[in-house]
């Protein structure tokens, strides 16, 4: 079966400061993964994905995430962060087979909080 | 162009009433999903679409729950009997095909039932 597992449920950082949310898939194929960022009372945006291609992966505000199949491993990173980074982020895989149409498992989530 | 619509945006209904959520997918998108987000559950499928028909119900928690999509657009989900554990923000994504590897969500509907 196929699942993701976010590692830590709230990250703090300061303004200025790396961010790291770590997340751990499970997945007996290739994996199509993706981050999603959900900002208070908003929709869920995409970020970013991977699907078998280059395994660093570029997305929208300056984040990035790599694909380490070793270490079964997707974190999303930023060099500095941004007040408005202030958001719920949540790992994601894809399921493939037919019948299952592409439906998302969604992780637990992270919150991201930051301080001035 | 227009995202993924949804209405209400809010609703607050009595326990043992039916409930109607409509969705509204991208132009020509023809894969259609519903998810929820609650607080003990987190987000969770429910249901997928391709055109009018749902090859995967398997998200439905219970007979309570069913939906449709009518002319390969507009989605309906109904809960019947709604029940204080349904309080949740029902998500509908779309996408534009079965093969597409991204889906876009609508903003939710915030469903509460006292």
């Known amino acids: 079966a196929q699942s993701v597992t976010q590692l830590d449920s709230h990250v703090s950082v300061s303004e200025g400061t790396p961010v790291l949310l770590r997340c751990n898939y499970s997945s007996s194929y290739s994996p199509s993964l993706f981050w999603y960022v959900q900002h208070p009372n908003k929709g869920l945006q995409l970020l970013l994905k991977y699907t078998s291609a280059a395994t660093l992966v570029k997305g929208i505000n300056g984040f990035e995430a790599e694909f380490k199949k070793s270490e079964t491993s997707f974190h999303l990173t930023k060099p500095s962060a941004h007040m408005s980074d202030a958001a719920e982020y949540f790992c994601?895989?894809?399921?493939?087979?037919?019948?299952?149409?592409?439906?998302?498992?969604f992780g637990q989530g992270t919150e991201l909080s930051v301080k001035p | 162009g227009a995202g993924v619509s949804q209405s209400p945006s809010n609703k607050v209904t009595e326990k043992g009433k039916d409930v109607e959520l409509r969705c509204d997918p991208i132009s020509g998108h023809t894969a259609l999903y519903w998810y929820r987000q609650s607080l003990g559950q987190g987000l969770e499928f429910l249901i997928y679409?391709?055109?009018?028909?749902?090859?995967?119900k398997s998200g439905l928690p219970s007979d309570r729950f069913s939906a449709e999509r009518t002319g390969g657009s507009v989605s309906t989900l109904t809960i019947q009997r709604t029940q204080q554990e349904d309080s949740a923000v029902y998500l509908c994504?779309?996408?534009?095909?079965?093969?597409?590897?991204?889906?876009?969500f609508g903003p939710g509907t915030r469903l509460t039932v006292l």
């Open positions: 994601v895989v894809r399921l493939r087979f037919y019948n299952q149409g592409g439906k998302l498992i």
């Open positions: 994504a779309s996408k534009l095909g079965q093969g597409a590897d991204t889906q876009y």
């Open positions: 679409f391709q055109g009018n028909s749902a090859p995967d």
